[in-house]
């Protein structure tokens, strides 16, 4: 399975941070969405609705819309953010302090996570030659990694 | 809606040559593939699954069950390719004789069809910094427009 690497310092130290900034933003941390915060911190890799409302990390299942309903709003609240890998699920984690751009392996399904300077000649280049803003935090980039590039030359 | 346009030469100029090519290969032309193929024609951008069992390029539906076995049998056979363009499911077109890269502005929805060329420079930056062969044929790039990216900034 294709899993990304959670590679970035969080913005929030633990569950009680959250909550905070949840209650200031006048949210409230009801059972199911502090299960849902309980397993994304748990995972040491971005999960999708599906493994959270399982309580594959937690070990507590939860409705797959309730589920839903929480990561939609704590996105809106800044806490959640999602990345669409490939033909699969969206897959979810906490919000870090900096910002990482995905690279998808169609070969053998690694995801390389970059910090979004590494990307910055090739925005430019997008900038320049299409007149494109380019992000890579949503929808990532997908092609061939090192590995797979070279095998896929030699056939 | 977004749409993508269909702005490449055909590698088929018509049904009967697609027919030609799936029977050199083995294919049968069934009435459901031959109705997928005709809506395929007849679409003036890239399609859903969706809108070629509605029949809306044809009058006729058929069961979406048989239109995705049908696309994904066309797809092997080189005759069809398909694109995700975002939350959305896959879109559908005929293979051209050239094929066309996307970018999709997450602000306005607009896509944008180029020559692989034009993406060059970015791809060469992408191989250089993180080791990457990218194509965006398949998963386009998303990010903001030129008249998007603007508006963004005045924020």
Redo the contacts between chains.
């Keep these: 399975m294709t899993v990304a690497p959670r590679n970035e310092p969080l913005r929030f130290r633990d569950l009680a941070e959250v909550a905070e900034a949840v209650r200031r933003d006048g949210g409230r941390l009801s059972m199911a969405r502090r299960l849902v915060l309980e397993a994304l911190f748990a995972a040491d890799a971005l999960v999708s609705a599906e493994q959270i409302a399982a309580g594959a990390h937690t070990g507590t299942a939860i409705e797959i819309a309730s589920v839903y309903r929480n990561l939609e709003r704590l996105e809106e609240l800044g806490v959640v953010r999602h990345v669409?890998l490939?033909?699969g699920p969206g897959l979810y984690g906490l919000v870090g302090d900096g910002e990482r751009e995905y690279?998808?392996?169609?070969g053998c399904g690694r995801v390389?996570a970059?910090d979004p300077a590494?990307?910055d000649?090739?925005r430019?280049?997008?900038r320049?030659?299409?007149?494109?803003?380019?992000?890579?935090t949503?929808?990532?980039?997908?092609?061939?990694?090192?590995d797979c590039?070279p095998a896929?030359r030699r056939r």
Tied chains: 1, 2.
């Design positions: 669409h490939g033909h690279l998808v392996c169609e390389t970059a590494r990307l000649r090739a430019a280049a997008i320049a030659d299409l007149g494109y803003e380019a992000r890579f949503h929808f990532p980039i997908h092609g061939l990694c090192d590039a896929e």
